[in-house]
C-alpha cells in the first residue's frame, strides 16, 4: 500500500445530476486515490474542509475497460474509485458544492 497524504487522497468532487440529489442528505462523492482506504478517505474530508465529520465512507471501484482501434485491442481504461462520504446530521456542509 502506498504512503499517502490526506492531501493526494481526493481527486477531484463528482459533479452529476445524482451526485447533487444525494447533497440534501449531506452524502458528497470524489474521485479517490485507487489504494486508498476508507480510513484514509475520513481523515482526508475532515482535514481538508473545515466543520465535516464523517459518519460513514462508501467506496466503488470502476475496473478498467478494454478499448480497441480498427478490430485490434489498443489498451484500458484507467482504474478509478469513487467514495460516497456522508456527513454527521450536526456537521458542517462542504463548501465547495455550495452555490451549484
Excluded: C, W
Amino acid at each position: 500500500m502506498a504512503d499517502l497524504k490526506y492531501y493526494d487522497v481526493i481527486f477531484k468532487p463528482i459533479m452529476t445530476e445524482k451526485s447533487m440529489a444525494m447533497m440534501e442528505g449531506k452524502r458528497y462523492a470524489f474521485y479517490v486515490h485507487p489504494e486508498a482506504t476508507k480510513t484514509q478517505v475520513k481523515e482526508a474530508v475532515e482535514k481538508m474542509f473545515d466543520g465535516a465529520k464523517v459518519a460513514a465512507v462508501n467506496t466503488i471501484k470502476a475496473h478498467p475497460k478494454k478499448r480497441q482501434r480498427r478490430g485490434f485491442l489498443a489498451g484500458q481504461t484507467t482504474v478509478k474509485k469513487k467514495a460516497i462520504v456522508t456527513l454527521t446530521p450536526g456537521s458542517k456542509e462542504i463548501e465547495i458544492f455550495e452555490g451549484i
